[in-house]
């Protein structure tokens, strides 16, 4: 599933196609007739956390990638797109995502501030919404969209052993500075992987995520699906401290 700077790449790799109309469209999306969208113009691209969102003057086009999604510009895969579009300068193929029509204002549904990657970003309110859910367990509360838009399972996993933080430590029970580094953290590592990513060097900067041995300690990871998100976590239990009703 690509994280939210992932989707900021995609976004600055498709500006070529802002102000230009459809000239043909397609897919087997069920959310829209994509042959309608031929002659309309396209006005620009945004994004939200892992939301891609295709902006024309009356509606918006959202596209998740969810866990097996994908896109081709200019080009095309073996499989059906999902969404074609056609444009006199290059076309946008989109894969196995889920494609949803938004006719409401975009600032009506979307919280910018919560985007770890927005320029409107804010820690207080993210630090704000962690206080209101103090049984939150760490490993969810930044996999929660709504508190850290854009961060996936790979940043989840950096954020903790950076921070120290084990995953399944309750927010409420995490001093006020551990929670701050932990908003911090989740921006400054996005940053980072949005640089890495850029560079191609993403794998190489990974010091937790899909590891064996804890580069501090020397000692095995430990590696258990974790929390309502139940998604795959990897953490040292000798240097990631565990704030919980016990400490």
């Known amino acids: 599933m690509p994280e939210g700077p992932s989707i900021v790449i995609l976004k600055e790799a498709v500006q070529q196609f802002t102000n230009r109309r459809v000239i043909e469209a397609g897919g087997n999306t069920k959310?829209?007739?994509?042959?309608?969208?031929?002659?309309?113009?396209l006005t620009g691209f945004k994004s939200w956390g892992k939301h891609?969102?295709?902006c024309f003057p009356k509606f918006t086009i959202r596209i998740h990638f969810m866990l097996f999604g994908s896109y081709r510009i200019n080009e095309h895969s073996d499989r059906p797109p999902r969404l074609h579009l056609q444009f006199e300068n290059g076309g946008l193929n989109f894969y196995a995502c889920s494609v949803k029509v938004i006719d409401e204002s975009l600032d009506d549904i979307y919280d910018w501030s919560a985007d770890v990657l927005s320029p409107t970003w804010s820690a207080k309110k993210a630090i704000q919404k962690l206080k209101e859910k103090p049984a939150l367990l760490a490993c969810d509360a930044l996999m929660d969209q709504q508190l850290f838009a854009g961060v996936g399972n790979i940043i989840k996993n950096e954020v903790l052993f950076r921070t120290r933080i084990h995953p399944l430590s309750v927010i409420g029970k995490m001093p006020s500075k551990k929670l701050n580094e932990l908003v911090a953290e989740a921006v400054n590592y996005s940053f980072d992987f949005l640089e890495w990513k850029k560079e191609f060097t993403l794998k190489k900067h990974w010091l937790a995520y899909n590891k064996?041995?804890?580069?501090r300690?020397?000692?095995p990871f430990n590696r258990a699906n974790t929390g309502k998100s139940n998604r795959r976590s990897f953490y040292c239990n000798?240097?990631?401290?565990?704030?919980n009703n016990d400490r």
């Open 217 to 219: 300690d020397h000692v």
């Open 52 to 54: 891609f969102l295709i």
């Open 238 to 243: 000798i240097c990631q401290a565990l704030y």
């Open 31 to 41: 959310a829209l007739d994509a042959a309608t969208l031929a002659g309309q113009t």
């Open 212 to 215: 064996k041995i804890c580069p």
